[in-house]
Each structure stands twice: as structure tokens, then as C-alpha cells.
């Protein structure tokens, strides 16, 4: 009897295991960012305050390929900056290590005083 205690126990720990990576790695894939806007985050376009295009890419950039087993790697660039309207967007572009590209639409979900939520779709 004791080896199945002990299998019971091997079984319970690779379940914890993988339910803490995966709890982990979803905390850390997410597509959202909120980001405040001040003189160094913010540009002005089409006469609105916007998220500037470096910050946008950026973030973008670190959140597309967190870990190695989540998204591609890809180095991102905008166009513009993200202005500071809900439902504003800008398609950014990914760029593969093998040269091909990637659009990666971005969309303002929520701006409250000083900040601004915005996610993209991976």
C-alpha cells in the first residue's frame, strides 16, 4: 500500500504544478495594458491626447511574446499614436525573425482622467 500513497502523491504534485503554470501564464499573457497619460507617454493626433506610437509598440511588444510557449516573437512598430478615444484603434505591425509581418490591431477600451486602457488581438 504505500507505493500508492505515493503515486497518489506524485500525481497531486504534477497536477499542482501545472495548474500554477497555467494560472501563471495566463497572469502574464494578457492583451490588455492600461497606461497613463502624461508629457512623456503623450502625443497629440487629430487634435486628441494619444498614447504615443513607441509606448504603444512597446508594451505591445513585451506582451505579445511573454514566455516561450506563448505568442511569436516578433518586433512591433505603429504608424501613429493611439488616441485617447474608447473604441480608437491603430493596426500596428509585427515583424517576424523570418521577414514576414504580422497586423496587430490595437483598440482603446477605456479612458478614465489620466489613463488608458487598450488591448490587441494576438
Not at 500525481?11 to 499573457?29: H, K, Q
Not at 504603444?56 to 518586433?75: D, I
Not at 488616441?83 to 500596428?92: E, I, L, Q, R
Amino acid at each position: 500500500m504505500p507505493d500508492s500513497r505515493y503515486l497518489v502523491g506524485l500525481v497531486a504534485g504534477a497536477a499542482a504544478v501545472f495548474l500554477l503554470g497555467g494560472i501563471g501564464t495566463r497572469a502574464v499573457s494578457g492583451t490588455e495594458s492600461t497606461t497613463e497619460l502624461d508629457a512623456y507617454d503623450t502625443v497629440l493626433v487629430d487634435g486628441h491626447q494619444a498614447l504615443a506610437p513607441n509606448i504603444v509598440a512597446g508594451r505591445t511588444q513585451s506582451k505579445y511574446h511573454p514566455l516561450p510557449w506563448v505568442g511569436v516573437r516578433v518586433g512591433v512598430s505603429c504608424p501613429t499614436g493611439l488616441k485617447s478615444v474608447v473604441g480608437a484603434t491603430v493596426t500596428c505591425t509585427g515583424k517576424r525573425n523570418d521577414g514576414t509581418t504580422v497586423d496587430i490591431p490595437v483598440t482603446v477600451t477605456r479612458v478614465t482622467g489620466s489613463r488608458i486602457t487598450w488591448r490587441f488581438a494576438r
